[in-house]
DNA sequence: TTGAAATATTCCCATATCGGAATATAGTTC
DNA sequence: GAACTATATTCCGATATGGGAATATTTCAA
């Protein structure tokens, strides 16, 4: 079995590298497609393919005006991810963690000592 | 160019809707390999295999127990991606997007009615 | 209608992947 | 050290991928 497709959802087409960058573009405002092409300097085909995956699974939204095609991102989507790792969030604002982290790690430094002087 | 590794980032191994579920189950705390084989019901060595992966590019730690070895969460690197999101949350929480997304609805619907009455 | 501009699609290929099965390794207990 | 437990690694094959190059499609303008 492959890996999963990019356009499964929206944590899969963000794995790209690339797509992140187009995304972070984005972000300044509606652009279209040779606005991304000016600005990032990849080949126009490059561009729309990757707009395209981010277009199916919804990370974007397009509207045409004239002969162009205007991008802009999709903050319901874009949210999704963002609240899937906010499920962690008491993994690094607690207190607690760094304590339990800096004992287990003295913990570890004393075993360390230990092996070494074996 | 075959995609990008799964050991690249955060967010390549995250794109794996198994590794999700595997941290997940870990945001109830630590547990050891067979833990999370009981929990999930997935064969030991695939649940292996994704915490390679989670472990490589630091998404997880791990410590030895005796003939266990218990994972947990390392929130730093799940915050990487939290903070990643977080650069869009405007597109979700600021009122002006819905109101101007009203306005171009409004304007599409225009269009539309237009087009039919051609 | 012919041309040009803006964007999308197709074809090709080298490559990393996930799962399954089997096996290897490390740690514990007797 | 033999048996056992807990976990990791290897080998395999089918498959979707991303980039490049070429080409197709859509839209406007003269």
Redesign the interface.
Known sequence: MP??P?T??P??A????KR?RV??TL?HGEMPVNGLVHTLGWPQPMISKHLSVLKEVGLVAM?QKGRQRLYR????R??S??D??????????HQL?RIKERA?RKA?EQSQKKGESI
Chains 1, 2 share one sequence.
């Open positions: 890996r999963a990019t499964l959802d944590f899969n963000v794995a790209e590298p992140r995304l972070e972000a509207r991102v999709n903050g319901q874009l949210k991810i963002h899937w790792a906010k499920m962690f969030e008491r993994f690094w604002t963690d287990e570890r």
